[in-house]
């Protein structure tokens, strides 16, 4: 993944969206798409690994910090959304640089 482009696709081929992304354009929607597609998972764990982080670094720097903010913020998101319906939650996110 070295674009914002290749990022979404990546994004798009591997988690869970919802509603699913229908273009690569505005960040807010994928920020929404992807808390709201892990949202519905029933799993407690949640692990999310970007190996391939290091090539967006080099290639796109602009859209790699927004990638990882975006990024950033699913944790507390998903734990305090799982916490007001009574469930523990746990996830963790690699960005493998």
Do not use: Q
Not at 17 to 37: E, F, K, Y
Not at 71 to 89: F, H, M, N, Q
Not at 91 to 96: C, D, K, P, W, Y
Request: some cysteine.
């Amino acid at each position: 993944m070295f674009s914002k482009d290749t990022f979404c696709n990546g994004v798009r081929a591997t988690l869970p969206l919802d509603p699913p992304l229908a273009s690569n354009h505005s960040w807010d929607a994928i920020n929404d798409s992807l808390w709201s597609g892990l949202e519905l998972l029933p799993e407690e764990k949640l692990l999310i690994i970007w190996r391939t982080a290091s090539e967006m670094r080099a290639h796109d720097i602009h859209n790699f910090k927004i990638a990882c903010d975006t990024l950033e913020d699913l944790p507390k998101y998903i734990c305090d959304s799982k916490k007001r319906e009574g469930k523990e939650a746990s996830l963790a996110i690699v960005v493998v640089v």
